[in-house]
Antibody
Framework: QVQLVESGGGVVQPGKSLRLSCAAS????????VHWVRQAPGKGLEWVAA????????YYADSVKGRFTISRDNSKNTLYLQMNGLRADDTAFYYC?????????????WGQGTLVTVSS | SYELNQPPSVSVSPGQTVSITCSGG??????TCWYQQRPGQSPAVVIY???KRPSGIPERFSGSNSGDTATLTISGTQAMDEGDYYC?????????FGGGTKLTVL
């Protein structure tokens, strides 16, 4: 069964950095684009970033552009999100999601999420 | 930036039909998918490409998309269908989610 397991969340002060990881298993990770999606507690889903299967293309939401960096290590089947200059409004559960391509891509598997709390 | 708008909440009685709308400029020219998020769980796709159901999704879930509005319809709603529903589309190379609709099965 496809698995995506996020880790690296925690409490961090405003302005500091944090790196999230998403470990993939039971599928050929190197063939899929993957995304980060976040959800502030009690709020809706917000797309954060995407990376192509070969890391050649990266896309970011305006709200994180210039502060967050998405990357991947296909040899380790792992997706990363480096978050710098964290702000209180970055507090959220962060999910990684696998993109499946049909006529238009959608997310067929999601991780369980990791909570990032930005607070002094 | 592109926006998708959903009603904050809808309610339905068990066994009845409910529709959840998602509106956006010329949304019918794009493909829309829908995710269900039960309390305490991660989202899961229930409709993709406007009206296709992934394997394992009951036939009572259906979708349509025309003009500026996409619609998720649940027929014969069950208590287990309660949760939050999000529409999603693409705007160029970025992903856009609707604000979500809380479905209550009374």
């Amino acid at each position: 069964q496809v698995q995506l397991v996020e880790s690296g969340g925690g409490v961090v002060q405003p302005g500091k950095s944090l790196r999230l990881s998403c470990a993939a298993s039971e599928f050929t990770f190197s063939l899929y684009s993957v995304h980060w999606v976040r959800q502030a507690p009690g709020k809706g889903l917000e797309w954060v970033a995407a990376i192509s299967y070969d890391e050649s293309k990266k896309y970011y939401a305006d709200s994180v552009k210039g502060r967050f960096t998405i990357s991947r290590d296909n040899s380790k089947n792992t997706l990363y999100l480096q978050m710098n200059g964290l702000r209180a409004d970055d507090t959220a559960f962060y999910y990684c999601a696998r993109e499946v391509v049909t006529a238009i891509p959608y997310f067929d598997y999601w991780g369980q999420g990791t909570l990032v709390t930005v607070s002094s | 930036s592109y926006e998708l708008n959903q009603p904050p909440s809808v309610s339905v009685s068990p066994g009845q039909t409910v529709s959840i709308t998602c509106s956006g400029g010329k949304l019918g020219d794009k493909y829309t998918c829908w995710y269900q998020q039960r309390p305490g769980q991660s989202p899961a796709v229930v409709i993709y490409e406007d009206n296709k159901r992934p394997s394992g999704i009951p036939e009572r879930f259906s979708g349509s998309n025309s003009g500026d509005t996409a619609t998720l319809t649940i027929s014969g709603t069950q208590a287990m269908d309660e949760g939050d529903y999000y529409c999603q589309a693409w705007d160029s190379s970025t992903v856009v989610f609707g604000g979500g609709t809380k479905l209550t099965v009374l």
